[in-house]
Structures are given as structure tokens and as C-alpha cells.
């Protein structure tokens, strides 16, 4: 077992298992978290003996999304301050939110994400990138930021996971879908007792490392080209374009580039506190 300082990466067999680590913040994502798990990721790709790579987290909640409170977020923020203007902003979200969940969505493995209790914004960017999604049956999903006056998160699967019809709806009303819901939309394979979410991803997990590794990898590669010739990869570039927009336009009425939100005013917005 490799132990970075967010996350635990494991191999079981066939199957490497990366896990979130940061249950005190519900797994809030801040760039160091982002950064160890991209390393996690290619530990897993250049391993030959890995055939299948597994995403789940530890504590109560998959993923609270990107980290916008915790005193370590702001440290970080503050010890790598980004370029002025709307600039900065730009080439980090780029990089290291855009940048990194199309790489993982377009590794040539297998991909499976575990998810329970709360999936929110940042938190679907980590599951959707994944070729399958196994949901507990407490998981919730919710994309809230057009509190934060931004349309969308910098991944922006919503139409392609939802439909066009309900994904206008929960952008619009930042409500939650719980897991029989995200199932019966097609964004979730399967929904599972949560105290089975582990010993059924696994299971599905090692059955799909039997098959032959490279026609996996060409089977994924097939669906995922189709998609973007459907325009899924230019529409997700012409989204963030509006999503950098966004941020640019709450910074110059509000001074902040999320509308001075942060995790609290969120959770009591959301009611999720
Ligand atoms: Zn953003």
C-alpha cells in the first residue's frame, strides 16, 4: 500500500483501490488532494498488473466537492497566490480541474467510482470521469453552484449524465437526486446497500480485470470517442469558457469570484448543514 497524506492507494490483486481520505472535511478537494490523487491514477495506469482501478472514499460521504473553507484550502491559497485578474483563475481551473478529470476519464483502464452519502459539484467531477459509477443506497447528487453565480461545474457532464430537461432543472434548483433517481436517469449502473458498497464494486471490479486488457481499453476508447463526436469534449471546452466568465463577472459585482460563498453559506443554503 502506497500512503500519500489524502488519500491511500491499494492493490488487490488485479484491482487497484484508491481511496479519499479526508472524512473530516467530507473529502473536500483542495489541490493537494487533486494532486495525489493524479499520482494515484498513474501508479495505477503504469502498473501492468493492474487491470481495473477503483475510486471510493473513506468516511460518511463521498465527496463535499471542491474545498472553498477548510484553514488548510486558504493556507494553500494563500502560500500560491494566482496571477491577477481573470487570469490566474483560468489557467489553474484548467489544469487542475478540467485538465485532470478529462485525463482520468480518458485513462486506458478500466475505471469504477464507489460512491456514498454526499456527491456535490466537485464531488460529481471525480465520479462522472469514471467509466462506471456504483452508488450506496444513501448517496445523494447535487450540483449547487449557481448560488455561487456560477452555471455549472468545471466538468460539465449535467447533459450528457442527466438529460438536457433534468439537468436544467437541478442547475436550476441545486436540489438533490438520490441514488434510485440518479440510477433511473442512466447516471449510476447500480445502487447497492451501503454496507455492500465495497464488497460489490470489488466483485464487479475484479469480473471486468478478467477480460483482455486491450480490447478494455479500445472498448472505452469506442464509447468515449463516440461521445465526443456527439460534441461532448467541445462542449465541455465552450462550457468553461462561460464557467471562467462567470467567475470573472461575481468578482467584479462581488468582489469574490464565487459570490463570497464558502463551505458554511453553502451547507445552510443547500440545507445540507
Ligand atoms: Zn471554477
Same mark, same amino acid.
Given at each position: 500500500?502506497?500512503?500519500?497524506?489524502?488519500?491511500?492507494?491499494?492493490?488487490?490483486?488485479?484491482?487497484?483501490?484508491?481511496?479519499?481520505?479526508?472524512?473530516?472535511?467530507?473529502?473536500?478537494?483542495?489541490? !493537494?488532494?487533486?494532486?495525489?490523487?493524479?499520482?494515484?491514477?498513474?501508479?495505477?495506469?503504469?502498473?501492468?498488473?493492474?487491470?481495473?482501478?477503483?475510486?471510493?472514499?473513506?468516511?460518511?460521504?463521498?465527496?463535499?466537492?471542491?474545498?472553498?473553507?477548510?484553514? /488548510?484550502?486558504?493556507?494553500?491559497?494563500?502560500?500560491?497566490?494566482?496571477? !491577477?485578474?481573470?487570469?490566474?483563475?483560468?489557467?489553474?481551473?484548467?489544469?487542475?480541474?478540467?485538465?485532470?478529470?478529462?485525463?482520468?476519464?480518458?485513462?486506458?483502464?478500466?475505471?469504477?467510482?464507489?460512491?456514498?452519502?454526499?456527491?456535490?459539484?466537485?464531488?460529481?467531477?471525480?465520479?462522472?470521469?469514471?467509466?462506471?459509477?456504483?452508488?450506496?443506497?444513501?448517496?445523494?447528487?447535487?450540483?449547487?453552484?449557481?448560488?455561487?453565480?456560477?452555471?455549472?461545474?468545471?466538468?460539465?457532464?449535467?447533459?450528457?449524465?442527466?438529460?438536457?430537461?433534468?439537468?436544467?432543472?437541478?442547475?436550476?434548483?441545486?436540489?438533490?437526486?438520490?441514488?434510485?433517481?440518479?440510477?433511473?436517469?442512466?447516471?449510476?449502473?447500480?445502487?447497492? !446497500?451501503?454496507?455492500?458498497?465495497? /464488497?460489490?464494486?470489488?466483485?464487479?471490479?475484479?469480473?471486468?480485470?478478467?477480460?483482455?486488457?486491450?480490447?478494455?481499453?479500445?472498448?472505452?476508447?469506442?464509447?468515449?470517442?463516440?461521445?465526443?463526436?456527439?460534441?461532448?469534449?467541445?462542449?465541455?471546452?465552450?462550457?468553461?469558457?462561460?464557467?471562467?466568465?462567470?467567475?470573472?463577472?461575481?468578482?467584479?459585482?462581488?468582489?469574490?469570484?464565487?459570490?463570497?460563498?464558502?463551505?458554511?453559506?453553502?451547507?445552510?443554503?443547500?440545507?445540507?448543514?
Amino acid at each position: 500500500m502506497s500512503n500519500f497524506k489524502y488519500i491511500l492507494y491499494d492493490k488487490q490483486d488485479a484491482v487497484a483501490v484508491i481511496s479519499l481520505n479526508r472524512p473530516e472535511t467530507r473529502n473536500a478537494q483542495h489541490e !493537494p488532494l487533486l494532486r495525489e490523487l493524479d499520482q494515484a491514477f498513474s501508479l495505477g495506469e503504469k502498473d501492468d498488473e493492474v487491470r481495473v482501478i477503483v475510486l471510493r472514499a473513506n468516511g460518511p460521504s463521498f465527496s463535499s466537492g471542491h474545498d472553498i473553507g477548510s484553514a /488548510e484550502a486558504k493556507e494553500y491559497h494563500k502560500a500560491h497566490p494566482l496571477k !491577477p485578474g481573470a487570469e490566474g483563475r483560468y489557467w489553474s481551473e484548467a489544469d487542475k480541474f478540467l485538465g485532470l478529470t478529462r485525463r482520468w476519464r480518458d485513462l486506458p483502464k478500466p475505471t469504477i467510482a464507489a460512491v456514498q452519502g454526499w456527491c456535490i459539484a466537485g464531488g460529481l467531477m471525480l465520479a462522472w470521469p469514471c467509466d462506471l459509477i456504483i452508488a450506496a443506497d444513501d448517496a445523494k447528487f447535487s450540483d449547487p453552484v449557481v448560488r455561487m453565480g456560477i452555471g455549472g461545474v468545471e466538468y460539465f457532464g449535467h447533459p450528457w449524465e442527466f438529460g438536457a430537461r433534468k439537468a436544467k432543472e437541478l442547475l436550476f434548483t441545486g436540489e438533490f437526486i438520490d441514488a434510485q433517481e440518479a440510477h433511473r436517469l442512466g447516471m449510476v449502473n447500480r445502487v447497492v !446497500p451501503r454496507a455492500k458498497l465495497d /464488497e460489490e464494486t470489488l466483485a464487479l471490479a475484479r469480473k471486468i480485470a478478467e477480460m483482455p486488457p486491450f480490447a478494455l481499453a479500445m472498448a472505452k476508447k469506442a464509447v468515449n470517442h463516440t461521445l465526443d463526436a456527439m460534441g461532448q469534449r467541445e462542449a465541455m471546452e465552450a462550457v468553461f469558457s462561460w464557467h471562467q466568465l462567470a467567475h470573472a463577472h461575481s468578482q467584479l459585482v462581488s468582489g469574490s469570484a464565487i459570490m463570497g460563498m464558502d463551505a458554511q453559506k453553502m451547507k445552510q443554503k443547500s440545507g445540507t448543514a
